[in-house]
């Protein structure tokens, strides 16, 4: 979630006066569905296929999605599923903060524009993001999640959509014979609780059953084809991609996306990371109270932070929450964290001996989560239990100890009479009334984004989503569950569908399909730290997933259908979006782009970093997809270059600065890692320049780095 609040402050007048809205996206074609060969030999084969493809949007002025510069490309990784009689569900694991609804809504369409209206749909097709912070934002047509990045950026969100159609399609298009196996373990010391006041309040009896705070299961799905020959892997695992801090500037795929360069690399070898043929996802679970910052939050003076308020003599934004890097380094604490979940999941990999068998079956229904009456046992013994209209606490702008915020906002405020300043511009967006604030008491309304007319600022029709692969159950919740949540949820579920699918493995896929802020126990709620303040649809949000998805579970075993809900609004021609255009690109003598600004020196030894500084073109002229903005050369022969990395590789930097008025300056880095060949190197940037402010025509260019010496 966005800790941008300062941004958020000063960027609401806007959104308060205008509401507004080019097109670039997966041409419509079709791709036959071949049925003959589906049939397998028993229900523990199927055919499996796995795609991946770049989904990295702007690298320049574009504000991060959860607090830009590539470091390194965030992917899609898409997984198609067929079972024996033919059933199939898709799984995509995204290198981005989260799945919007529109996203959703937009990938089902157009897949359906390619394959038909009957392969791929919104019940069998599961998209989950791995919130990672350290993407660009402004994919949501919704305002809450698109005032700091100054609104609606369709270029970028049609890079998400356009990233995950082509992972799929490779996906569909790769299907092969394939087998399945599962294991389960336990890793400690990559994750923590950053709430713990908050779990605490839950029952005592119920602490009891768990030897952590936090989930410290991870489970791993290894995919290979009928010779046993491994071509994917899945890991499901529950942390925070805020390794990478809210000072990041740079576009990462965090310590999960880490973790799945490591993998892909250490198997399809040096520069081919992201590009297949193995795909590793690590996919996101019940993430919302759990820190990769395993140091622990403390003041800046070393002094433990208040327990309750995660404050520093009163003052939330001192208290923060540092890895496991030296100093706190967050490019450290990323590759521990990162490096923590590969190894644990490359062992379970070889380990697993698990076989997944069973058929292919899914469950889908749009609900309206603004009155939802919750019954027993799902209502914490409250009569007359509903869900809320939306609405964002006072503890939501104090942000997390992964990220606090400002404006003297602090965690577990309960006070109704809040600040008078922030009380006024409360008001001015939308009054909350006697009933809303009854319903989502004891929280104290910041921002009542369910009632600003004449749309409200978060999706309210949320999607509801179980696919079963075998006896793996992913439950798709389209939100942050806490620790806690998650467990009751695991909880609901397994043990109705355990009554039609024997030792049911229930995965929380997180933040899928839609985003709809935090979702805490009613227990937690009642302290309103960050995560019940984030809350949105009020005390009661879990128990009305547990009683909702309990529903769709109950279905499965029952092998019943369910009614499909209501319709999500459509908001386009509704949206805004503050950021101006790219004019013009200027260069020396107006068209030296690419020319060499501060070359690199002649020799260099493993360890140090090579840099160069290009002249160049804004980097939101193109997005590079599937392309690179630099890559690092190795002369292999005479005037033979080959190269070695690029800009999806962990070891290299892309950066952006604006250098007067329209002029672009470019950084390239690399630094050099021990097991670096010696020899003749170079550094190239490529890009696209704008030199025409009265055309929208865009120009190639390159620009090399003289050669060096790497000892």
Not at 266 to 284: C, E, H, S
Request: one cysteine or more; aromatic letters at 10%.
């Amino acid at each position: 979630m966005v800790h941008s609040f300062k941004k958020l402050i000063t960027l609401i007048s806007l959104m308060i006066i205008l509401i507004s809205s080019n097109d670039f996206r997966v041409q419509s074609y079709k791709i036959p569905v071949d049925h003959k060969n589906v049939r397998l030999n028993d229900d523990s084969s199927y055919q499996i296929g796995a795609g991946i493809f770049d989904i990295t949007g702007p690298a320049a002025e574009t504000n991060m999605m959860g607090y830009a510069m590539p470091r390194p490309k965030q992917r899609a990784r898409a997984f198609v599923f067929v079972d024996s009689d033919g059933n199939r569900a898709v799984y995509v694991s995204t290198d981005s903060c989260m799945i919007f609804q529109e996203v959703k809504i937009q990938v089902v369409k157009d897949l359906q524009d390619i394959f038909g209206p009957n392969v791929y749909t919104e019940s069998n097709v599961l998209l989950s993001g791995t919130h990672t912070h350290s993407g660009p934002a402004g994919f949501s047509q919704y305002a809450l999640y698109g005032i700091t990045s100054l609104g609606f950026y369709k270029k970028n969100f049609d890079t998400i959509v356009n990233g995950i159609i082509q992972a799929i399609v490779k996906a569909h298009n790769s299907l092969q014979p394939a087998k399945m196996f599962t294991e389960t373990g336990e890793l400690w010391n990559t994750n923590i609780n950053r709430s713990p006041y908050a779990y605490d309040n839950n029952p005592e009896e119920e602490k009891a059953m768990y030897d952590s705070n936090v989930d410290k299961n991870m489970t791993v799905l290894r995919i290979e084809d009928m010779n046993g020959n491994p071509f994917a892997a899945i890991s499901f695992f529950a942390v925070h991609c805020t390794s990478m801090n809210n000072t990041n500037h740079l576009i990462s795929g965090d310590n999960k996306g880490y973790a799945s360069y490591l993998w892909e690399k250490q198997v399809n070898g040096p520069g081919k990371a992201g590009k297949g043929p193995f795909i590793a996802a690590f996919g996101q679970s019940n993430e919302g109270d759990v820190s990769p910052n395993t140091r622990g939050a403390t003041c800046r003076d070393g002094s433990p932070c208040d327990y309750k308020t995660s404050t520093c003599n009163g003052k939330n934004e001192e208290c923060w929450a540092l890895g496991p890097g030296k100093d706190g380094d967050m490019f450290e604490s990323t590759q521990i964290i990162g490096g923590n979940q590969f190894n644990k999941a490359l062992e379970l990999f070889n380990n697993a001996s698990t076989q997944v068998s069973g058929s292919v079956q899914y469950r889908h229904s749009w609900v309206q989560f603004t009155n939802v009456s919750v019954e027993p046992p799902y209502n914490s013994d409250v009569i007359n239990a509903t869900t809320c209209r939306g609405a964002m606490g006072y503890s939501f702008a104090a942000g997390t100890t992964d990220g606090p915020g400002a404006f003297d906002f602090v965690q577990s405020d309960n006070k109704t009479s809040g600040n008078p300043f922030w009380n006024f511009i409360s008001d001015f967006i939308a009054k909350p009334t006697p009933d809303q604030i009854h319903c989502q008491s004891p929280k104290p309304i910041l921002i009542d984004v369910g009632m600003v007319e004449p749309i409200p600022w978060v999706p309210d029709v949320m999607p509801i989503q179980i696919v079963t692969i075998g006896q793996i159950v992913l439950v798709a919740v389209p939100g942050e569950f806490t620790t806690m949540s998650g467990r009751r949820l695991r909880n609901t579920v397994r043990e109705i569908i355990g009554q039609s699918i024997q030792n049911p493995i229930v995965l929380i896929a997180g933040l899928s399909n839609t985003y709809s802020g935090y979702i805490a126990t009613f227990e937690e709620y009642q302290v309103q730290r960050y995560e019940g303040a984030s809350t949105v649809f009020g005390p009661h949000t879990l128990g009305a997933y547990m009683q909702e998805f309990g529903k769709l579970a109950q279905s499965i075993v029952d092998g019943t259908t369910v009614e499909s809900g209501p319709t999500p609004r459509n908001l386009t021609g509704h949206t805004f979006f503050f950021l101006p255009p790219v004019i013009v690109d200027v260069a020396p003598d107006f068209d030296d782009f690419g020319e060499v600004s501060i070359d690199v020196n002649l020799s260099y030894s493993v360890n140090e970093t090579v840099s160069c500084v290009f002249y160049g073109g804004n980097p939101r002229n193109d997005f590079m997809i599937e392309s690179s903005f630099l890559t690092v050369d190795l002369l292999t022969g005479t005037d033979q270059w080959t190269t070695v990395l690029d800009d999806g590789d962990w070891d290299t930097k892309f950066k952006w600065k604006m250098h007067d008025l329209g002029m672009s300056l470019i950084t390239i880095e690399w630094t050099i890692a021990p097991d670096t060949t010696p020899g003749t190197y170079r550094l190239t940037h490529s890009g696209y320049a704008k030199k025409n402010p009265f055309s929208s025509n865009i120009t190639p260019y390159q620009g090399i780095s003289r050669n060096f010496v790497v000892q």
